[in-house]
């Protein structure tokens, strides 16, 4: 669409932005602005790409430590091409029919394929949105328009071939070796997903641990884990980087040494798109942490605009831009103004990490317990000491729970083993409810022999 358009809304972003406009605001014109692939980072490259690959390589570890049951299976080959097919012939389609829907099937909704931008308010006090072909002038603006992945300029400007989440996992080929430069959410999924399906991996932390931001228990066995079945460098710093004569890639390192491989992933985290909208032309403000500013029902500093999901959110979380955006379509509803607006509920947001074993965690690390002066209790709970641990033949999984001592309140919950994120979500629902360790251990059953047995003895092991 070309020309000036007047709407009641605009939506920057078609992740989770994409969901406010529901038949309560038929009544409003709405436009939604998209520069990339309709459906936002979670559908297209994140969340649910990336598992679906973790499943296949489920599918194969378990196939690989068949053994240890007593049943000799082995992975013959590895179909990538099929893998990829399968994933994205299922994702695109997706994509493809939500724009259809808003485009086709939505008569208040206009959809704009295109970057845009704040230049602005008219005499009026609308937001003048811009795009390379369209001006809209908006009273209301959302921005969710989320984060990109970062690359160190060591990496960016060396001209070396490299991928980063948005493309590694429409490779042509199975690489043989696999580079992963960082270590956080992305290169330990990653890394699972290609090092299960036969690549080799090297993976380069700049720190002392992978997935330093867990708890320290958690980072600490995760890392041993890890060294035991990809090539782990730690305290690592990248000075260069190469594109070699046989299609490879070669990474450099301070101390003189270098690895080389096929293939270069840079997972080096998000930064916020915020930077991108010229916010200063309409006094929207940024953060020090580069996120737009807004307060806890999602409100900016400028009258009429909100902010929601990783753009403005300290959490880059699918789950919690989903809350974010229940709670900014709220409080469009009620008004700006309105004295009932809904807030953020951050208090206790959950996290898992499908990597091999996964994690999960909820709450404070036991770190972090301790500087706060918190007078707690902590269990350590092996997999392995629980039915369902033996029957799997677990050796290295744990859940570590955090109490305070004598209220029983629960505090944390840090979980390594199989299916952690669907064991943890006990402990999410009793710290957001309020449910002290005492009574979640006693105050139901747990049935016998299942997974979260392991959470129950976790519980029953606290000292209050
Ligand atoms: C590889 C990977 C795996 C992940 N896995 C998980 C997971 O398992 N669980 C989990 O909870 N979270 C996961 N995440 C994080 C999750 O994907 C994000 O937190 C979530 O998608 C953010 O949603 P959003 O709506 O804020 O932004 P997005 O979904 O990123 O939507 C923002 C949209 O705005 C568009 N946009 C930006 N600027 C403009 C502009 N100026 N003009 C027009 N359009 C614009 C972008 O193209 C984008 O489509 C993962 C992320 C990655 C990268
Ligand atoms: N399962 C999930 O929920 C999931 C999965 C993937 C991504 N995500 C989200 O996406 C975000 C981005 O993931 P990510 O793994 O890219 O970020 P991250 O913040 O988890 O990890 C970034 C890693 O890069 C390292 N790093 C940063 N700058 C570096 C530099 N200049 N040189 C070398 N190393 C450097 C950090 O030390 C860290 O290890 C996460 O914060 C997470 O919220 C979530």
Redesign the pocket.
Known sequence: MTGTQLVDLAIIGSGSGNSIPDERFDDRTIAIFEEGVYGGTCLNV??IP?KMFVYAAEVAEMARHSDRYGVHARVESVDWPAIVDRIFGRIDPISAGGKEYRVDRCPNITVYSAHVEFDGRDDDGRYRLVTPDAVVLATEVVIAAGSR?TV?PIIAECGVRYHT?DDVMRLERLPERLII???????A?FAHVFGALGTQVSI????PALL??LDADIAARFTEIAAEKWDVHLDTH?TGAVDLPDGGVRVSFEDGTHVDGDALLV????KPNGDRLNLGSVGVTVNEHGRVACDRHGRTDATGVWALGDVSSP???KHVANHEERVVQANLLKGWDADDLVAFDHRFVP????THPQIASVGLTETRARDLGLDITVKVQAYGDVAYGWAMEDSTGFCKLIAERGTGRLLGCHIMGPQAPTVIQPVIQAMSFGLNASDMARGQYWIHPAMPEVLENALLGLEL
């Open positions: 994140g969340c990336t992945a160190p989440s430069i960082g270590s956080g959410y992305v290169a999924e380069i932390a700049r720190g330093r931001h990248v997972a080096t985290g998000r959490y880059q979380l996290a898992a990490v499908f």
